[in-house]
């Protein structure tokens, strides 16, 4: 590691430590989020991976607040950002922090847009609020971040309301908006996975330049190890409510050691392989998270478990040799 | 070989008020070999769902043919019609909603078989395609919403091979599923195919699984077919300018993004001449007056494209 990222990673932009969240469900407590660990610096990106169900949402909700109070079962832990918990902060001074210092974008780009509001006018909303621009000045911002995350003839477009809009083009207004304040930290949530290939390529191309314009932090959640590998400088896999494994993006692709993470990458069909290649798919599904559970979360599936495995959790660490690269197994690869 | 499924000219379109037409399907011609797999792939809206719908007459295509085993379905009504269709099987996206969710699994399974008339062996039949599908005797008598969308996934193939149809139609069947379950399912329809010799026409927006299954892929765009060619050859020497841009988008694919612009122009109006022209980087004027006829360039391999890349 250089002796810049040595430094980067001892004032981290975001320290979450030990975040617990557990959600109400019809029959009982689901442990979406159980102890999950991790820093970023600043300018960094991280990609989250991780199937469906493996908190990864719930997670990434949680570090702004935007988990419901009602649904929440039992939530601790710090999420530390520059220095300050946000964990600890009362619903304004939450606010304050929401769409300034740290931006969301979700997955389903149509509805993350208010449909009766013109795009322009929600661009510029947060930036009155913000930073207390005037009307005309926040327009005229408004039109130059649509110029800015591509958008044909903006002058025009801003004057929109998201019906008007292609799918990849609300992505982009939504980008915009995320942006629109200059944030510190944008956390997206699949911001592809409602998309096409091509436009999909074009949206992370596009997070991609402004990560790098901004020296913005980027947390980018996806269930697709393909499209987070050539973007995030690290990667954290989850599964069943733990981080399993995370490490620098090559090392997570060339030399997994975590079972879970290799067995994932096998199983997806590759491009590079003739048609009719037998996958090595995952045998079973991910447990249920309602009940306590023993042992590594993986185990069931893995072909590598014994006795150990089933009954005592391995924690997340490392090897002496490359103390960066974290897993959770007994047995790595 | 013989073909299964024979498409000719198939083009649907539907009114979109103020006398407009959406141009979904236009002029598409394919076939499908005994024991083949086609895969058919596109963005979304390219008209790949609709093809798969006019196929079972479901609704009527405009104009064209679809011939299975040699017998034009668009000539056949009522019983004939739905008699014939038995040979042709869906299988669609969302395994949950497509499942009644009041019904057991075993019911799901049977009342195919129930439609057609078919009293003998019923029972047999169903628990043998319910275990074929790798489904545990318990399952049968769960209902779906007590299932993950694997298990349904699987109820769904194993409804749609109980009546041993010719041709399994799959329409996306893995995108719903996490990524680890989805090569369960891409292995379990290779396996089927073999063990039911059916041919599999395979519908999906991702290319690697496609080429993953297919023996021949299918490129569609804007409600046209514009390159089809064996799944090897078509991912090592893509010819058409829109195949190779929605390789490149691949996250994992090797070698420079060659970006692609812009995006699905209107069905509706559907640009002059080629379709790909307005968003196609090698576009020339004669892209936009003359419009490029599918033609075999090389064994097998065939393009609909003015300049395409050697």
Known sequence: MTLLAQTALATPLLDVRDLVVHLRAPGGTVRAVDGVSFRLAPGEVLGLVGESGSGKTVMARALLGLTPRHAIARASGEVLFLGRDLRALGERALRDVRGREVAMVFQDPMTALNPVMTIGAQLAEPMRHHLGLGRREARTRAIELLERVGIPSPQRRVSDYPHHLSGGMRQRVVLAIALSCGPKLLIADEPTTALDVTVQAQILDLIGDLQHEQQMAVVLISHDLEVVGGRADRIAVMYAGRIVEQAAARAVFDAPRMPYTEALLRSVPRLDQPSHTRLEAIPGRPPGLDAALVGCRFAPRCPRADDRCRSEEPALGADDAAPDHLYRCWYPV | MTAVLEVEHLVVEFPAGRGQRVHAVSDVSFDVAEGETLGLVGESGCGKSTVARAVLQLPRPTSGTVRVSGRDLTALRGKALRAARRDVQLVFQDPISSLNPRRRV???????????????????????????????????????????????????????????????????????????????????????????????????????????????????????????????????????????????????????????????PSPLQPPSGCRFRTRCPLAQARCAQEEPVLTERQPGHAVACHFPVA
């Open chain 2, 106 to 264: 075993t019911d799901l399974v049977a009342e195919p078989l129930a439609i057609a008339g078919v009293r003998e062996a019923r029972r047999h039949r169903v628990s043998a395609a319910l275990e074929a599908v790798g489904l545990p005797p318990e399952v049968a008598d769960a209902r779906p919403h007590q299932l993950s969308g694997g298990q349904c996934q699987r109820v769904s193939i194993a409804r749609a091979l109980v009546q041993e149809p010719k041709i399994v139609i799959c329409d996306e069947p893995v995108s719903s599923l996490d990524v680890s379950v989805q090569a369960q399912i891409l292995n379990l329809l290779e396996d089927m195919k073999h063990r039911y010799s059916v041919s599999l026409v395979f519908i999906s927006h991702d290319l690697a699984v496609v080429k993953n299954i297919s023996d021949r892929v299918a490129v569609m765009y804007l409600g046209k077919l514009c390159e089809v060619a064996p799944a090897d050859d078509l991912y090592r020497s893509p010819m058409h300018p829109y195949t190779r841009a929605l390789i490149a988008s691949i996250p994992s694919a090797p070698g420079p993004r060659a970006k692609l612009t812009g995006e699905l």
